[in-house]
């Protein structure tokens, strides 16, 4: 009986063996059929989109977080925004959906 040489590689050992594909091999990265991940498609934006610049997004993000804390504190968790142009001014605000939670009394 021939002795196993070492050092060998995993091309070596196994020559032109193909692994077939199933769902317990597709994700351990062994194959030589690389995954490919689907095209990100860019959605086309609104052209309301174009108002808010990322810097004003994220102004806007830390206000509604802001908003949804307090009404969070004051017991409304159900609630909806209104959105609303008075003047020069658009105007956000928080109706709520359902009555607040009774409090216990002490």
Same mark, same amino acid.
């Given at each position: 009986?021939? /002795?196993? &040489?070492?050092?060998?590689?995993?091309?070596?050992?196994?020559?032109?063996?193909? *692994?077939?594909?199933?769902? #317990?091999?597709?994700? !351990?990265?062994? @194959? !030589?059929?690389?995954?490919?991940?689907?095209?990100?498609? *860019? +959605?086309? /934006? @609104?052209?309301?989109?174009?108002?808010? +610049?990322?810097?004003?997004? #994220? !102004?806007?993000?830390k206000a509604l977080l802001t908003l949804k804390l307090n009404l969070y504190k004051e017991g409304i968790v159900d609630y909806s925004i209104k959105?609303?142009? *008075?003047?020069?001014?658009?105007?956000?605000?928080?109706?709520?959906? /359902? /009555? &607040?939670?009774?409090?216990?009394?002490?």
């Open positions: 009986m021939a /002795k196993i &040489p070492k050092n060998r590689q995993d091309s070596e050992m196994f020559g032109s063996l193909q *692994e077939q594909i199933t769902f #317990e091999n597709i994700s !351990d990265g062994y @194959s !030589d059929h690389p995954v490919v991940k689907p095209a990100k498609h *860019e +959605t086309t /934006k @609104s052209s309301y989109a174009t108002f808010l +610049t990322p810097e004003l997004q #994220e !102004d806007l993000g959105v609303a142009t *008075e003047a020069n001014q658009v105007v956000l605000k928080a109706v709520a959906s /359902k /009555k &607040p939670a009774k409090q216990r009394q002490a």
